[in-house]
């Protein structure tokens, strides 16, 4: 490492084409803030006339990340091919990257998605300093504001499942794939015995040998086939979430499977990843 | 497959820049009235060369955390210049004002290119740059200096170098045209290509297999002789043009390509794929050119 002390150390970018760099020592990236609650977007409603408001709805706005990217040569010639590097590797034109880092201490490695530059990157060249080193003050934008954790998976029966979440500090937006064959597929959620339950419902038939991916992160359902494929209106796609421990209820997710008709071969699988507010 | 000049060690070894002193006439500057005349700078410190700011397009969604990547462009990069000025400050800054200096209301006719001088042989440049600033930085009398700041509408650094691909088939009579080849695209910028043509080819369709972008079809049929040029650089007059007809773009597709010209190579990828489509006759041949550019330096 080129310094020492206070910040996070990133360990790996992995590129929007699916490159991952690993930062070395020689070029390192120094988190200076972002790993805390991002911004709050807060949609309050008010009478006319009346002294007071309340909280309708609170949504995370983008994350701001900003950090110090240091680059070490060899000499002064290898220094620039070093910053046409790291110029390639946030080069905003290839899109979105995924961040993962790790700090020094744990073992823990935690991931943003869709990350990209969101101002200059700019290191001045000075002929009269040192000619082997080059900084630049980084500023980033994670436009999925979750930090994200480990992975899971579990494959759920027909019927009743409880599944019982203990990792993670916010809801948890999973990807439920459910494999044919099976017709009117409803999956509900519910967690608390006095509030609705979540629910999914995929109308028609999804034959053997297709499958139903919801991915609530996306907010996005598609066929593996490519066919086209709706959810009902009463669907909570935009809500549907998994509550970890940390959120209430023990984190404890009291989930059905149930369709009009369903034959061998069916399955319905959900994945997550644990996710959190600020790491 | 070429290495990119920008990956191999070097550093800059000066900063020139060449003006276009043009004589103007209504809206029309003839090219060859373009002369350009070299001022060199030693500056002592440069910024501005990295990634400029980019315009991030973000979409919100009702109640959803964060927010869908929409999209980016970049619109435009300054670079500042600090020069060490020895003796009189304020008549070296009125000398580099007469130098530099432009009618605000036709700057697109008086302005200029910006180069870097790379250790490799390399000459990068900043186009149609124009001065919006000098200002001095006092340090004693043994440290003045002036900063002097370029605004560029076109942000990218361009290779001086102009890079070249000809392909060429020459089939039956009459055959179809279905042919692949890759175009050795370097840097870390997008490159607006021109491509020029030549044989009898019918329904001519030019597309970009990475970018998924595509030009045509010509709904003409070429002659013998007849040289088909597409310019697709913003900067430029864009158009297709037929060296016998003119501009026949009202012949091409409607596409969004052919309608905008919007066919840009993309580094990204690595050699972009051109796939070229058509009916023809004997020989067919496209000559593709563009400059590589750069995002950064």
Same mark, same amino acid.
């Given at each position: 490492?080129?310094?020492?002390?206070?910040?996070?150390?990133?360990?790996?970018?992995?590129?929007?084409?699916?490159?991952?760099?690993?930062?070395?020592?020689?070029?390192?990236?120094?988190?200076?803030?972002?790993?805390?609650?991002?911004?709050?977007?807060?949609?309050?409603?008010?009478?006319?006339?009346?002294?007071?408001?309340?909280?309708?709805?609170?949504?995370?706005?983008?994350?701001?990340?900003?950090?110090?990217?240091?680059?070490?040569?060899?000499?002064?010639?290898?220094?620039?091919?070093?910053?046409?590097?790291?110029?390639?590797?946030?080069?905003?034109?290839?899109?979105?990257?995924?961040?993962?880092?790790?700090?020094?201490?744990?073992?823990?490695?935690?991931?943003?998605?869709?990350?990209?530059?969101?101002?200059?990157?700019?290191?001045?060249?000075?002929?009269?300093?040192?000619?082997?080193?080059?900084?630049?003050?980084?500023?980033?934008?994670?436009?999925?504001?979750?930090?994200?954790?480990?992975?899971?998976?579990?494959?759920?029966?027909?019927?009743?499942?409880?599944?019982?979440?203990?990792?993670?500090?916010?809801?948890?937006?999973?990807?439920?794939?459910?494999?044919?064959?099976?017709?009117?597929?409803?999956?509900?959620?519910?967690?608390?015995?006095?509030?609705?339950?979540?629910?999914?419902?995929?109308?028609?038939?999804?034959?053997?040998?297709?499958?139903?991916?919801?991915?609530?992160?996306?907010?996005?359902?598609?066929?593996?086939?490519?066919?086209?494929?709706?959810?009902?209106?009463?669907?909570?796609?935009?809500?549907?979430?998994?509550?970890?421990?940390?959120?209430?209820?023990?984190?404890?997710?009291?989930?059905?499977?149930?369709?009009?008709?369903?034959?061998?071969?069916?399955?319905?699988?959900?994945?997550?990843?644990?996710?959190?507010?600020?790491? | 497959?070429?290495?990119?000049?920008?990956?191999?060690?070097?550093?800059?070894?000066?900063?020139?820049?060449?003006?276009?002193?043009?004589?103007?006439?209504?809206?029309?500057?003839?090219?060859?009235?373009?002369?350009?005349?070299?001022?060199?700078?030693?500056?002592?410190?440069?910024?501005?060369?990295?990634?400029?700011?980019?315009?991030?397009?973000?979409?919100?969604?009702?109640?959803?955390?964060?927010?869908?990547?929409?999209?980016?462009?970049?619109? $435009?990069?300054? +670079? %500042? #210049? =600090?020069?060490?000025?020895?003796?009189? !400050?304020?008549?070296?800054?009125?000398?580099?004002?007469?130098?530099?200096?432009?009618?605000?209301?036709?700057?697109?006719?008086?302005?200029?290119?910006?180069?870097?001088?790379? $250790?490799?042989? +390399? %000459? #990068? =440049?900043?186009?149609?740059?124009?001065? !919006?600033?000098?200002?001095?930085?006092?340090?004693?009398?043994?440290?003045?200096?002036?900063?002097?700041?370029?605004?560029?509408?076109?942000?990218?650094?361009?290779?001086?170098?102009?890079?070249?691909?000809?392909?060429?088939?020459?089939?039956?009579?009459?055959?179809?045209?279905?042919?692949?080849?890759?175009?050795?695209?370097?840097?870390?910028?997008?490159?607006?290509?021109?491509?020029?043509?030549?044989?009898?080819?019918?329904?001519?369709?030019?597309?970009?297999?990475?970018?998924?972008?595509?030009?045509?079809?010509?709904?003409?049929?070429?002659?013998?002789?007849?040289?088909?040029?597409?310019?697709?650089?913003?900067?430029?007059?864009?158009?297709?043009?037929?060296?016998?007809?003119?501009?026949?773009?009202?012949?091409?597709?409607?596409?969004?390509?052919?309608?905008?010209?919007?066919?840009?190579?993309?580094?990204?990828?690595?050699?972009?794929?051109?796939?070229?489509?058509?009916?023809?006759?004997?020989?067919?041949?496209?000559?593709?050119?563009?400059?590589?550019?750069?995002?950064?330096?």
């Amino acid at each position: 490492m080129l310094t020492e002390g206070h910040g996070i150390y990133l360990v790996s970018i992995t590129t929007a084409r699916g490159v991952t760099y690993t930062f070395d020592g020689k070029t390192q990236l120094t988190l200076t803030a972002g790993t805390a609650l991002p911004d709050t977007r807060v949609t309050n409603s008010a009478k006319p006339l009346q002294n007071y408001s309340y909280v309708e709805y609170r949504t995370l706005a983008p994350r701001k990340l900003t950090g110090r990217l240091q680059v070490k040569g060899r000499d002064q010639f290898d220094v620039w091919v070093k910053r046409q590097e790291m110029l390639r590797l946030f080069n905003p034109l290839y899109g979105p990257f995924t961040f993962n880092l790790a700090y020094p201490d744990k073992n823990d490695v935690f991931h943003l998605y869709n990350v990209i530059l969101t101002d200059a990157m700019d290191s001045p060249l000075n002929v009269k300093s040192d000619p082997t080193y080059a900084e630049f003050p980084l500023t980033l934008t994670a436009l999925d504001p979750f930090w994200y954790g480990a992975s899971h998976s579990t494959t759920l029966d027909i019927g009743y499942n409880e599944l019982t979440i203990a990792e993670g500090t916010a809801w948890l937006k999973p990807i439920v794939s459910a494999q044919g064959p099976v017709t009117d597929l409803t999956i509900t959620n519910t967690i608390w015995d006095y509030e609705a339950p979540f629910i999914l419902h995929v109308y028609g038939t999804i034959p053997a040998g297709d499958a139903v991916i919801i991915d609530c992160r996306q907010r996005s359902v598609s066929r593996a086939s490519g066919a086209l494929v709706a959810l009902s209106h009463e669907s909570t796609l935009a809500s549907f979430g998994l509550i970890p421990a940390s959120m209430g209820a023990k984190g404890l997710n009291r989930i059905t499977v149930s369709s009009s008709d369903m034959n061998e071969g069916f399955q319905v699988t959900v994945d997550w990843q644990d996710t959190y507010y600020a790491i | 497959m070429e290495t990119d000049p920008l990956l191999m060690p070097f550093t800059i070894t000066g900063v020139f820049f060449t003006k276009y002193n043009n004589t103007y006439s209504g809206f029309y500057v003839e090219p060859a009235e373009q002369t350009k005349l070299r001022h060199y700078l030693k500056p002592v410190l440069i910024s501005g060369l990295g990634i400029p700011q980019p315009n991030v397009r973000m979409l919100e969604s009702y109640r959803m955390d964060g927010a869908y990547f929409s999209g980016l462009n970049i619109p $435009s990069r300054s +670079v %500042i #210049l =600090s020069i060490p000025v020895t003796g009189d !400050v304020q008549a070296k800054r009125a000398e580099l004002f007469r130098t530099f200096s432009h009618d605000p209301a036709i700057s697109r006719y008086t302005c200029y290119d910006l180069n870097l001088e790379l $250790s490799n042989n +390399v %000459i #990068l =440049s900043l186009h149609k740059v124009v001065l !919006v600033s000098i200002t001095e930085e006092l340090h004693g009398p043994r440290g003045q200096f002036l900063a002097l700041t370029f605004l560029a509408s076109d942000p990218w650094f361009y290779n001086t170098t102009v890079r070249q691909n000809t392909w060429e088939h020459t089939g039956g009579f009459q055959w179809d045209v279905d042919q692949e080849f890759d175009l050795d695209i370097m840097g870390t910028g997008i490159a607006y290509p021109t491509i020029e043509v030549t044989g009898v080819v019918y329904l001519l369709r030019v597309l970009n297999m990475h970018t998924h972008q595509e030009i045509g079809p010509l709904y003409l049929q070429t002659m013998e002789d007849e040289v088909i040029t597409i310019v697709t650089d913003p900067l430029q007059e864009r158009g297709v043009f037929s060296n016998i007809r003119g501009n026949i773009i009202s012949h091409v597709g409607s596409n969004y390509e052919s309608a905008s010209l919007d066919f840009y190579l993309d580094p990204g990828f690595g050699a972009n794929r051109i796939r070229i489509i058509g009916t023809a006759y004997g020989t067919l041949r496209v000559v593709t050119t563009w400059y590589d550019s750069y995002l950064g330096v």
